[in-house]
């Protein structure tokens, strides 16, 4: 996609999540436009989410994405957005074994979010300085040819107009939108190819303590997946992940329902 320079263009990303906030931030720098971002949830993030304790505000756990795994040569590809995420801390590289990985290529490098995934997404938003409205779920979308632009409706009732909408939310919600741009020039491959995205369900269970908790500190490993378990799928000592001596925080990610104290909902 390209955009004229200095041509204003309204534009709707539709999802607070990694993919929309970064689009936002390049189209940003390539082009003189008005940005919105439609969110449905009431907190940016996606799957890029991290819970924050309101009892224990500096105890936070990652719900969604763990960590970032890059290949060096993306790296150097996008060696500025790499150096910017890095020098700010953004980012840092993981230098922790996880136990049963997957045997890791040789070129891959893993890094994490000191600050939990999501200040990566509020990153991205501030340098794209567009506006961000949460609580607002899209759930139709029409392209009106006379005025060639697209209607955008939303469950809280509002319908705004805008010349270009990008959807960044997972395919399975893309096809339960209404409207008619599903209709309009789409190839069968790509519709028959879209139905077939099937979500993996995942739990996401938070144990967030004041203070650190010695079989937390004394576990010989910071993340483990657990291949052969029936319920559980990864947990993750989430300050430790960070090396951060902020308490302990706990999770992991269930393949079915457990009781726990705290639960996030990634998608
Ligand atoms: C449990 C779990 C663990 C993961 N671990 C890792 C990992 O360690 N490393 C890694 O790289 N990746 C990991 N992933 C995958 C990674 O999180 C996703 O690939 C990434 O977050 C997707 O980002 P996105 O912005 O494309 O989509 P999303 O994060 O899904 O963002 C889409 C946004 O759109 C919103 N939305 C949906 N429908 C609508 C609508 N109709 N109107 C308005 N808004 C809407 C959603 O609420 C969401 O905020 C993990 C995912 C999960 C669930």
């Not at 949830?41 to 763990?66: H, N």
């Not at 967030?208 to 910071?222: A, F």
């Not at 029936?230 to 947990?235: G, R, W």
Request: aromatic share 8%; hydrophobic share 35%.
């Amino acid at each position: 996609m390209s955009f004229e320079k200095n041509i204003a263009t309204n534009i709707l990303i539709v999802g607070g999540g990694i993919t929309g906030s970064v689009a936002a931030s390049l189209i940003k720098n390539e082009a003189v436009v008005n940005i919105e971002i439609w969110e449905r949830m009431d907190q940016i993030g996606g799957r890029y989410q991290t819970y924050r304790s309101s009892s224990t505000p500096k105890c936070s756990v990652d719900c969604g994405a763990q960590y970032v795994s890059v290949s060096l040569e993306f790296i150097r590809s996008q060696a500025k957005f790499y150096d910017e995420l890095l020098e700010k801390e953004l980012l840092m590289p993981l230098g922790q074994k996880i136990e049963n990985f997957r045997k890791l290529s040789e070129t891959k490098t893993l890094f994490v979010a000191p600050g939990g995934t999501d200040s990566l997404v509020g990153h991205f938003l501030k340098k794209a300085d567009c506006s961000v409205h949460l609580q607002h779920e899209v759930t139709e979308i029409n392209l009106k040819e006379e005025e060639r632009t697209w209607e955008v409706k939303a469950t809280n009732g509002i319908v705004k107009s805008f010349d270009v909408v990008i959807l960044t939310i997972p395919v399975p919600e893309v096809l339960k939108l209404g409207g008619n741009f599903l209709g309009i020039s789409q190839d069968d491959d790509v519709k028959v190819a879209m139905e077939q995205v099937k979500y993996l369900p995942r739990i996401a269970v938070a144990l967030i303590y004041d203070e650190p908790v010695k079989y937390l500190e004394d576990l010989p490993t910071t993340m483990k997946y657990f291949p052969d378990d029936d319920i559980l799928h990864f947990m993750s000592v989430d300050n430790k992940k960070r090396r951060t001596d902020q308490g302990s925080t706990w999770h992991n990610f269930a393949k079915h329902h457990i009781i726990c104290r705290e639960m996030c909902r990634p998608e």
